[in-house]
């Protein structure tokens, strides 16, 4: 994933106790990557569900123009992007919004730089905050991640597909008591009704309330 300027640093990642660290399995990176806040994570596991996104990587660096002179610019995130996507491939820096207004005036100057630069590589340079992506809907992302980390074998998705298709819009558990009567069989209804809301097969509203199984779901293609 290199360039002629584009660079990236191998992160070694601390115990800190002021904030969460560790390493994200991504999928898509086939691979664990880094990160140093939960923020951070965030920005990692969004991706993973981002169609439009191939892979990613942390510790970019570019070279800029700040305060007089060069320097190296270490910005969080590079991503790479499908050739039709509606977005460049892009350089990324993740920061919560309290940090950016305790030296707004500062960051606004580092940032156009990195811009800059970051242009001149048709590249796009993004910040990401805690405003990109609700609790909520993170939330219901890390619940779905599971189904990519660890695939199952959906025994039930040619029903399910039919019986979304006959009832257009059901919910998940009026779903399940359409498949079996029998309680015992719920946790595997739930996880094929699920696993296929991660696939894309179904969908879900993702944004306005945690995915139980009274959330209804429906076709994709619909």
């Known amino acids: 994933m290199e360039n002629a300027t584009l ?4 992160r070694k990642i601390k115990k800190n106790y002021r904030s969460i660290t560790g390493h994200f ?23 993973e569900f981002d169609n439009e996104v191939i892979s990613y990587q942390e510790q970019p660096q570019i070279e800029i123009f700040f305060n ?19 977005k460049k491939d892009s ?3 993740v920061k919560y919004i309290n940090e950016i207004e305790k030296k707004k005036e500062y960051f606004e100057r580092r940032f156009e730089s990195a811009k800059i630069s970051a242009n001149k590589l048709d590249l796009d340079f993004e910040v990401y905050t805690e405003e990109n ?6 939330d219901n992302l890390d619940f779905l991640y599971r189904y990519k980390l660890y695939p199952i074998e959906n025994k039930y998705e040619n029903q399910i597909i039919n019986l979304v298709k006959q009832n257009k819009r059901v919910s998940a558990f009026e779903l399940a008591n359409l498949i079996s009567q029998n309680l015992k069989d719920y946790p595997t209804i739930s996880n094929c009704i699920w696993d296929l809301v991660c696939k894309e097969k179904l969908k879900s509203d993702l944004e306005s309330a945690k995915v139980t199984m009274n959330s209804f779901v429906e076709l994709s293609c619909e």
């Open 91 to 93: 350089i990324v820096e």
């Open 25 to 47: 399995p991504s999928i898509k990176n086939n691979t664990s990557i880094g990160f140093e806040s939960k923020l951070e994570k965030a920005h990692f596991l969004a991706l």
């Open 7 to 10: 660079k990236f640093s191998q």
């Open 133 to 138: 992506h609700s609790e909520i809907y993170l």
């Open 68 to 86: 007089g002179k060069n320097q190296i610019y270490s910005a969080d995130c590079y991503i790479k992007r499908v050739k039709n996507s509606s």
